[in-house]
């Protein structure tokens, strides 16, 4: 099952055509926003379409409406859902008329929450129907969140109905978000809630606190100013080593010796030149004669890795990995269209280590200065700046899904804009295959 695990990651594998062809008027960007249960493990995604200068959804016309919706489902079934969610759930933002729409058919009820906007009094269907749409539905597997806003009127018998109930975190004052959450705990037993535009790690902590169930937003990636580092003894062995392998002759004797003051780092490189993934036809027993196989780079990229691991991985470590996947494969994507193998792996590593500020819980600047990182990596970790920080800065574009920004940075990159968005897709799906056989080939 892991033959080609170390293909995918150290491999050059397919360079699709990316390059600038037209800049085009306007980009339809599909946006993946991670749901994350209390102990902040990533249950699902929530999906939208953002475009630039688009109308509120609730002043379009009906046809409008339902065009938008089918738009969003098409590029959903286009980019293949499945491999953006892994085994989690796919949270899809629709309008009540939109629930008919055939196109809904072709992905995987069983992974959709389908996540219903309140579309207004005036706009809001008869509610009779949309329960009965409602009920034909979940039997197929579908789930439902339904927007707190919905419990005025006739409408708020709706919420019996709802699986989730999302409640506009980043909208109310504590005061009130603290009335509507426990409304919605008292009367709606059977939903989960769900905080959404959790953005801040203020607003986590007050939702956490409030006893939500999931959060919506890219919270994770904020730093946390007031905590100490998070610099764990199998970390400290990890810079060490990193720091020893960027001078001209790293010796594997000497990697080794450094190495074996954490057992549980030993214990994890012979697991991994040993498994499924690597495809040796003996075992290896030596640090030195794993290190000697895997080759400076081999190993300079998986102790980069190795430091969103540590010897108590929190569920926090496992979504800043996954993300930071995310963002290595795409710099390095960029890259390919313009530099060279080296140079491409220098873009990996830059967005492999662009959330060591949140892991470590300290500035960047500070976090980079044990690694010994070449001058062009730390300039655009720090600065953004230099010969990959304009690749690391539109994947942060592409993460906020800020398209005017995405525009411009494309063109820097010699990337054709209208293209982005498959090529962020690709490099999701890439890290949410990756990080599982991963964590699947590390016993966990």
Not at 81 to 91: E, Q
Request: charged share 25%.
């Amino acid at each position: 099952m892991f033959r080609n695990l170390m293909q995918k990651l150290f491999g050059k594998g397919e360079a699709r055509a990316w390059a600038v062809e037209a800049e085009p008027d306007s980009i339809d960007f599909l946006r993946r926003v991670p749901v994350l249960d209390r102990n902040q493990h990533i249950a699902g995604y929530e999906f939208s379409l953002e475009r630039p200068d688009a109308p509120a959804r609730r002043q379009w016309q009906a046809s409008s409406q339902r065009f938008f919706d089918e738009s969003l489902l098409d590029h959903l079934d286009g980019a293949e859902l499945s491999s953006l969610i892994g085994r989690r759930l796919a949270f899809v933002s629709l309008m009540p008329d939109s629930l008919d729409l055939p196109r809904l058919a072709r992905l995987p009820a069983e992974r959709m929450v389908l996540s219903l906007i309140d579309p207004g009094a005036q706009a809001m269907p008869a509610v009779d129907a949309l329960g009965e749409a409602i009920r034909a539905l979940r039997p197929r597997g579908y789930r439902f969140a339904l927007p707190q806003s919905m419990a005025r009127g006739e409408s708020g018998g709706l919420l019996a109905l709802a699986d989730f109930i999302a409640i506009d975190a980043d909208r109310l004052s504590p005061p009130d978000l603290l009335t509507v959450a426990q409304q919605c705990q008292r009367d709606f037993r059977q939903a989960r809630t769900l905080a959404c535009g959790v953005d801040s790690l203020e607003l986590f902590e007050v939702c956490r606190r409030l006893g939500f169930d999931y959060l919506r937003g890219n919270y994770i990636t904020q730093r946390r100013e007031d905590d100490t580092p998070s610099l764990s003894s199998q970390r400290l062995v990890v810079i060490q080593l990193i720091s020893q392998l960027k001078r001209k002759e790293a010796d594997f004797d000497k990697l080794a010796m450094i190495a074996r003051q954490d057992l549980a780092l030993s214990v994890r490189l012979l697991r991994y030149i040993n498994s499924a993934a690597m495809g040796l036809q003996q075992k290896i027993g030596s640090l030195e004669q794993a290190m000697t196989i895997l080759g400076h780079n081999g190993l300079y990229r998986w102790l980069t890795l190795l430091l969103f691991y540590n010897s108590k991985t929190s569920q926090v470590d496992e979504a800043l990995r996954e993300t930071a996947l995310a963002r290595a494969r795409f710099c390095e994507l960029l890259a390919r269209q313009r530099l060279s193998k080296a140079e491409c792996e220098q873009a990996f590593v830059t967005g492999l280590l662009s959330m060591l500020d949140v892991l470590f819980r300290m500035p960047m600047a500070k976090a980079v200065g044990p690694l010994g990182l070449p001058e062009e990596i730390q300039l655009a970790l720090v600065e953004h700046k230099g010969r990959y920080g304009p690749y690391l800065a539109l994947a942060l574009a592409c993460e906020r899904a800020d398209v005017r920004a995405i525009a411009s940075l494309a063109l820097a990159c010699g990337v054709n804009p209208a293209k982005v968005n498959a090529m962020h897709l690709e490099t999701l799906a890439w890290a949410v295959e990756y990080d599982g056989n991963l964590a699947e080939d590390d016993g966990r």
